[in-house]
């Protein structure tokens, strides 16, 4: 996610942490790298040098707070103002509501949909999708589809007329929780889909106005959310693809500045790709001080043993235990999303590629662990030459990589006892980051 913007600021963090001073002329040095990490990033000139302004003065005008040295209170500013720039606050959708959701075509509306319903789900809620673009061949489709997939009923006319479609979904499905409209899109907002969603508000009355946008818009994404919400009065953005692209940094900026707030951002292609927007959150990650919290989330989502973490932490963990890990990890997402989330992590230098390169190898490790019978699982110790030969067999890897998987798990198990299991962990790195740098996670 935002990888230019978060391994630019990541490296300013990093050099700022581990300079050997810090007096005026570094501060300089690190607001003049700071604003060609943000331009590079698609933000707006005028937001650029705005947040800039502020820095400079809090870190140099006004009285440090007592109890911090000039690093510590420089961070502690930067990370304050990126806060306030992209946000301040999380405003997601809780509760029953009729939302419609607008935005040009190709801007993710659709499938954000199919994410949306996704969320309320997991609320406990019942939602509902009606399907109003019919300029678009395929949208009625998807919508279905969609529904289809994860279980929620999906709306749509052979008509094609999207006001009647809203009307006699409103009547049929009264009693549902969240009714999802999604709207038809256009290349440009032109008259005719300014009419046709005018005529959609009125009928539908909707509790949320959400604008979908794409995060390679950039800083276009300002004007576009003004002109949506003169039209229709947006109540809040989600910003779709902020996997893959250098502008989303641009986007989330520019959206902040007008009385639509992000609620949230998708950050992959599945259906569970859609996160609440936290710019607290947010700005940790971006600076590679990690995000604990959505960490823990994530792991309790796809449900990670307590049980099998100390087991891990103490360093008595079995390959069973340890391919139990590695599938609940692929759940969770990328390994190098993961990798953001851990607090201090951001900021390592890693070679290029690495990540990546792991996770092709724990891809392959579950796979020669699947051809291993339930006692080597248990009872690693007893893989002697014979049994790595069948095992590389049956897996079809190679001898070599079977006895990767088995040195990478010895070492795995000396460090963790090494770190004096759980107690160690909370002792160590994770209890000293917020000291560390100042800051309160």
């Not at 106005?209 to 039209?231: M, N, W, Y």
């Not at 307590?306 to 890990?325: H, N, P, R």
């Not at 989330?341 to 290029?352: S, V």
Request: aromatic share 6%; glycine share 10%.
């Amino acid at each position: 996610m935002l990888n230019s913007l978060s391994k630019g600021l990541g490296n300013l963090i990093r050099k700022l942490i581990t300079g050997t001073t810090i007096d005026k002329v570094a501060v300089e040095e690190t607001l003049r790298d700071m604003e060609t990490i943000l331009l590079q990033s698609d933000v707006d000139v005028n937001l650029t040098g705005e947040l800039l302004a502020n820095i400079r003065k809090k870190c140099l005008d006004e009285k440090i707070p007592p109890g911090l040295t000039l690093r510590e209170h420089v961070l502690k500013v930067i990370y304050e103002e990126l806060i306030r720039l992209l946000g301040e606050k999380p405003v997601g959708l809780l509760g029953k509501r009729k939302i419609m959701l607008v935005g040009l075509f190709g801007s993710g509306k659709t499938t954000t949909a199919g994410k949306l319903g996704k969320y309320f789900l997991k609320q406990g809620l019942k939602p509902v999708f009606i399907g109003l673009d019919y300029h678009r061949p395929a949208a009625a489709d998807q919508i279905m589809q969609i529904g289809k997939q994860i279980g929620i009923p999906a709306y749509v006319e052979d008509n094609k007329d999207p006001y009647s479609t809203a009307k006699n979904a409103l009547e049929k499905f009264a009693k549902n929780d969240v009714l999802i409209f999604d709207t038809a899109g256009r290349n440009a907002l032109d008259i005719e889909l300014a009419d046709e969603l005018k005529k959609l508000g009125e009928i539908i009355k909707p509790d949320e106005v959400v604008l979908v946008i794409p995060a390679d818009l950039g800083k276009v994404a300002k004007q576009q959310s003004e002109e949506f919400h003169k039209l229709v009065g947006i109540t809040g953005v989600i910003i779709t693809k902020m996997d893959g692209t250098a502008k989303a940094g641009g986007a989330l900026a520019a959206t902040s500045t007008t009385g639509a707030k992000v609620k949230f951002i998708g950050v992959g292609e599945k259906i569970e790709d859609l996160e609440l927007y936290d710019p607290t959150r947010f700005v940790s990650r971006l600076l590679g001080l990690g995000d604990l919290q959505t960490l823990l989330e994530k792991a309790k989502e796809v449900e990670i043993k307590k049980e099998s973490v100390e087991k891990i932490a103490e360093g008595k963990f079995t390959l069973q235990d340890f391919y139990e890990q590695i599938e609940a990890m692929g759940k969770m997402g990328p390994l190098s999303q993961i990798a953001n989330m851990i607090p201090g992590m951001g900021m390592m230098k890693l070679p290029e590629g690495m990540l990546e390169k792991q996770e092709g190898k724990l891809k392959s490790f579950k796979i020669i662990i699947q051809s291993m019978t339930k006692e080597e699982r248990e009872y690693p110790e007893i893989i002697n030459n014979k049994r790595i030969a069948r095992i590389a067999k049956g897996s079809g890897r190679s001898e070599a990589d079977v006895r990767e998987l088995l040195t990478q798990y010895n070492q795995m198990k000396k460090l963790f006892k090494s770190m004096g299991g759980m107690k160690g962990l909370q002792r160590g790195a994770l209890k000293n980051i917020s000291k560390q740098f100042g800051f309160k996670f």
